[in-house]
T-cell receptor, first 113, second 113 residues
Framework: SAVISQKPSRDICQRGTSLTIQCQVDSQVTMMFWYRQQPGQSLTLIATANQGSEATYESGFVIDKFPISRPNLTFSTLTVSNMSPEDSSIYLC??????????FGPGTRLTVL | GESVGLHLPTLSVQEGDNSIINCAYSNSASDYFIWYKQESGKGPQFIIDIRSNMDKRQGQRVTVLLNKTVKHLSLQIAATQPGDSAVYFCAEITTNTGNQFYFGTGTSLTVIP
């Protein structure tokens, strides 16, 4: 089965700065997804990232705040821009392998001061 | 629709007892369901899935039951072990509308040795 990794695993950032999170899969995958998981809560889909097209954002999430890149079939980045303490969360990437199932990365724990 | 963030329900069981974790889903058109286990500091891990043409599926020490009439899903863990302590999420998927995942609130399971 494919292995998925994220960098950084955690970070503490200052208000107003931006952080780019990287997600790497060791196999080529069509669909990659970015989720946010606030402390003690469930997962909320931010956007779907397909290679060669613009990411599709869910209601409440916009490209200016969460720009996403998907340069190839094994890699994606999510940037959290102009951060505020409300952006403190775990950010997770996942992928689908042509089946209906999604597999998740280990997450990036972000704290914004 | 999308899961609303709430404080996680909790379940405590004695080691060796059976655990039952419940999930109510919202969309009657959902036709695929997955249970994920999320240990502290990790991303969600796939446990077991079930499609809507089934009402029961068994894995190793785990059983998922699906009641479409009342839109209810349960995960049964036999002979619960300390390593089963984690947060458990159900996900509902409608495979004919883009495979978007909607996650339940999650249940925090604590196994008492």
């Amino acid at each position: 089965s494919a292995v998925i990794s994220q960098k950084p695993s955690r970070d503490i950032c200052q208000r107003g700065t931006s952080l780019t999170i990287q997600c790497q899969v060791d196999s080529q995958v069509t669909m990659m997804f970015w989720y946010r998981q606030q402390p003690g809560q469930s997962l909320t889909l931010i956007a779907t990232a397909n290679q060669g097209s613009e990411a599709t954002y869910e209601s409440g999430f916009v490209i200016d705040k969460f720009p996403i890149s998907r340069p190839n079939l094994t890699f994606s980045t999510l940037t959290v821009s102009n951060m505020s303490p409300e952006d403190s969360s775990i950010y997770l990437c996942s992928f689908g392998l042509g089946t209906d199932t999604q597999y998740f990365g280990p997450g990036t724990r972000l704290t914004v001061l | 629709g999308e899961s609303v963030g709430l404080h996680l329900p909790t379940l405590s069981v004695q080691e060796g007892d059976n655990s039952i974790i419940n999930c109510a889903y919202s969309n009657s058109a959902s036709d695929y369901f997955i249970w994920y286990k999320q240990e502290s500091g990790k991303g969600p891990q796939f446990i077991i899935d079930i499609r809507s043409n089934m009402d029961k599926r068994q894995g190793q020490r785990v059983t998922v039951l699906l009641n479409k009439t009342v839109k209810h899903l349960s995960l049964q863990i036999a002979a619960t072990q300390p390593g089963d302590s984690a947060v458990y999420f159900c996900a509902e998927i409608t495979t004919n509308t883009g495979n978007q995942f909607y996650f339940g609130t999650g249940t925090s399971l604590t196994v008492i040795p």
